[in-house]
């Protein structure tokens, strides 16, 4: 489910006595604009309300903490923006709408902007991904998040586990170049830059599936769907991670099992141990999902479902906003 920004540029009606009315201009302003009836606000959801396990996105995968703006300009980084100085927050409900100030406006009025958001920058469990910057807007493009860090168990991800009442997924997006003048309005998607793996396992009380074992796992990933993902990036294994116990599961689905940064199965392998609970109580068996090339994008569920006729795992994906299961081809057995 990706959260919404929405930009809003408003540039109120302007008379002054005894004129005719303003020529309008291609791009939607006018040539007669003042930079004191200019506005600039950007709307987005920042989810807290009750969810449903219907709800794909679990309440702590929809919060939005925090958010960060970069501002620039003819490809030249202009600023980080500031709260207090350049924008107010105001919160109602589920939506918080960021104001730029008067004295924003009054700086950049007439000006084309680029802004880059940045969701739960610090509410991260691994720290502030941005902090400080300077470079071009293609180098801002190309940032990578933090490295994962080392941790316990579930440390197979130290900066994407979420830490409920506090912490909150990373998202981002972008706008498209914005004059500050004249009405504006523009749609932003925030996107999660991880991928999140729920584990089916049609016969709960039959087969346990006791450890996750994960290898050459991308340890960061590109901050924006925009860059350019040249820049090389380490792998290493992570922590085991234990279960999903009975628990852990709504029914046969165990959701949120673990999270990974984007990869392929041919750079990153998953073997899980599967254990039988019955006449044979204590035989397990290893299974290693195949190396297919299977790609693991970013801001999608995977969900890798046990299949108890001939024993092999099938993965299906979808956005966090699809209550499907998807359709899954066979990588392990």
Request: with cysteine; hydrophobic share 35%; proline share 4%.
């Amino acid at each position: 489910m990706f959260r919404k920004l929405s930009i809003l540029l408003a540039s109120g009606a302007m008379f002054v006595a005894c004129s005719k009315k303003p020529v309008e201009t291609p791009d939607g302003g006018d040539q007669n604009h003042n930079q004191n009836h200019s506005t600039l606000s950007f709307t987005y959801q920042s989810y807290t309300g009750a969810g449903t396990y219907a709800e794909i996105a679990l309440n702590p995968e929809k919060v939005v903490r925090d958010l960060d703006m970069w501002m620039f300009s003819g490809g030249a980084f202009v600023k980080q923006l500031v709260s207090g100085t350049d924008y107010t927050s105001t919160p109602n409900g589920t939506m918080t709408t960021v104001t730029m100030t008067q004295a924003f406006v009054d700086t950049y009025i007439g000006q084309t902007l680029t802004f880059y958001f940045v969701g739960n920058n610090a509410a991260s469990t691994g720290g502030t991904h941005v902090s400080t910057f300077s470079g071009t807007e293609t180098d801002f493009a190309d940032l990578l998040t933090s490295p994962l860090g080392s941790g316990t168990q579930p440390g197979y991800s130290g900066n994407i586990t979420i830490i409920p009442g506090t912490g909150g997924l990373l998202m981002t997006g972008k706008s498209a170049p914005i004059a500050l003048f004249g009405q504006r309005s523009a749609t932003i998607e925030l996107k999660r830059r991880i991928a999140r793996f729920d584990i089916k396992n049609p016969k709960p009380t039959q087969y346990r599936i006791t450890e996750i074992f994960i290898s050459d796992a991308k340890e960061q990933a590109a901050m924006f769907a925009t860059g350019s993902g040249l820049a090389p990036i380490a792998t290493r294994s992570l922590d085991k991670i234990t279960g999903p116990i009975t628990a852990d599961y709504d029914g046969t689905l165990a959701r949120c099992a673990f999270y990974l940064y984007p990869t392929d199965l041919l750079t990153t392998t998953i073997t899980i141990e599967v254990q039988y609970i019955g006449a044979a109580a204590g035989e397990k068996k290893m299974f290693t999902l195949a190396d297919t090339g299977v790609v693991i994008d970013a801001n999608k569920r995977y969900i890798l479902t046990l299949n108890p006729t001939d024993l092999t795992f099938t993965i299906g994906s979808g956005d966090y906003d699809d209550d499907d299961d998807g359709g899954g081809i066979i990588i392990g057995g």
